[in-house]
């Protein structure tokens, strides 16, 4: 599978610097009181996490108090990091550093980002364009058929679609585009090690194989009620919209989520009741008078990020962007102050040097009775992805009740999609000629935007590219 490389744990995966990283990548993470915003502002200035605990004395320029550097210089935080580090040793997954390549652009932006992630399956998709899909647990037949369809197409056309693996919409979800070129990416409250809820077991196995898994929390972690928004925030960062299939309550979840990704300037998008065909509920009636957008289909959701997907196809990460679709129901939280750049003065005498607990070269005090190494770890370098142990399994798994998917005329042509579908219908045709064609009924068509129709029209089914690059309508 791409993207993946079999070695014996996460710990073993990485080389001397690496697991210097991660180390003080959990010194960070559990210093008291710093938290993810603390840490964040660490992260930005020093550009890592060893480089910000080797400068401690110097975390106020940083905007980070004093007096949360010395409670990382206490060494209280070895207490909480120790069993992390341990875990990792046994761990069938990668660990994703801030200072990776593979750590998720779009992620990134978010002022309370995660110091690392835990990764089990094809870490590649961390690289692709992201739609989340989410919604009630207890939704009715009509938004699980409408998440069916949309996700299917969304994988399809090569987005690959992010959720958090619960039941009802996440299940569902995950499920339709496992089966597609964009596959999907399930975020979880718990460790990335077991399913959660433990009734999709078989889903999250599939997921393993041919998607992907990630998580923040460390391995074995059991999540509490609080753990679930601190999992939506990840789910709305990775995406470049988040989509709401339905949400039955105005506090539920999906709610929360639509939130942040409005905060963190993603779009937010709702199933139209007239695509479903059924009363509005609650929580999607809050979202669409908050200024949701509501879309038919997932053609809709691609011809409104169809600038972002072009971006992202010719670069390696994704640009920032502006909502389209706002909520407003939550203030903005005041943004924390980040300095990007690191000091011009001469620098402090360091504080006492992070060292891994296995390793004895580090110029660096050792902790009492962790000097030896695991031959284990010696001989494998490190790699930026990883695969679980298991067989490949099948992908039946997914909710027993199968959904219909939606009619294809559930949403109404555009006058741009009428026209190139239209000349279309006397036979194949090249771009070019679809584009002198157009501009004979219209001076502003452009190539870009003949591509752009044929690019929707093909998602939409009406329309495929032949092996001679022409293109045909469907019967």
Request: include cysteine; aromatic fraction near 6%; glycine fraction near 8%.
């Amino acid at each position: 599978m791409a993207g993946q490389t079999s070695f014996s744990s996460a710990l073993a995966a990485l080389d001397d610097d690496g697991r210097r990283e991660y180390w003080a990548a959990l010194a960070l993470r559990h210093t008291a009181g710093l938290g993810a915003r603390g840490a964040y502002l660490l992260l930005t200035h020093f550009g890592s996490a060893y480089e910000a605990v080797m400068n401690a004395p110097q975390w106020p320029e940083a905007g980070v108090p004093m007096q949360k550097a010395e409670g990382y210089l206490n060494n209280t935080w070895r207490i909480k990091a120790r069993p992390e580090w341990e875990a990792a040793r046994h761990l069938q997954a990668s660990v994703i550093l801030w200072t990776d390549t593979l750590y998720p652009p779009l992620l990134k932006e978010l002022p309370d980002a995660p110091v690392l992630l835990y990764a089990l399956g094809d870490t590649s998709l961390l690289r692709s364009p992201c739609v989340a899909v989410v919604g009630s647990r207890n939704s009715s037949e009509a938004a699980l058929n409408f998440t069916s369809a949309v996700a299917e197409e969304l994988s399809e056309a090569g987005v690959t679609v992010v959720s958090g693996l619960a039941f009802g919409v996440d299940g569902y979800a995950h499920h339709a585009a496992l089966a597609g070129p964009g596959r999907t990416i399930a975020v979880l409250p718990g460790g990335v090690d077991r399913a959660f809820p433990a009734g999709h077991g078989e889903l999250y196995r599939s997921i393993a194989a041919r998607g992907l898994l990630i998580s923040e929390m460390p391995p074995g972690w059991v999540p509490g009620p609080g753990a679930f928004p601190v999992r939506n925030r990840i789910i709305s960062g990775l995406s470049l919209g988040v989509l709401v299939t339905e949400a039955s309550h105005v506090r539920s979840g999906s709610i929360i989520t639509a939130h942040l990704a409005a905060e963190q300037g993603r779009n937010v998008y709702v199933a139209s009741p007239d695509a479903m065909r059924s009363a509005c509920r609650e929580g999607t009636k809050k979202l669409l008078l908050e200024g949701a957008r509501p879309v038919f289909r997932a053609a809709d959701i691609l011809a409104d990020l169809l600038p972002y997907l072009k971006l992202s196809a010719g670069q390696s990460g994704f640009a920032r962007h502006e909502s389209s679709a706002k909520c407003a129901a939550k203030p903005e939280r005041p943004a924390e102050p980040v300095v990007t750049t690191r000091p011009s003065e001469p620098q402090q005498a360091r504080a006492c040097p992070l060292r891994s607990p296995e390793t004895q070269d580090y110029s660096v005090p050792s902790d009492p009775g962790t000097g030896e190494h695991h031959a284990e770890d010696k001989k494998t370098v490190r790699t930026e992805t990883a695969r679980t142990d298991q067989s490949p399994v099948p992908a039946s798994a997914g909710p027993q009740r199968k959904p219909r998917p939606l009619s294809p005329s559930a949403a109404p042509l555009t006058e741009e999609e009428e026209t190139i579908l239209s000349l279309l219908q006397n036979g194949p045709l090249s771009q070019d000629e679809l584009l002198y064609a157009a501009q004979k009924e219209s001076p502003s068509w452009t190539s870009a935007s003949v591509s752009a129709v044929l690019m929707i029209l093909e998602v939409k089914r009406l329309a495929r590219r032949l092996t001679d690059t022409r293109y045909e309508a469907k019967a």
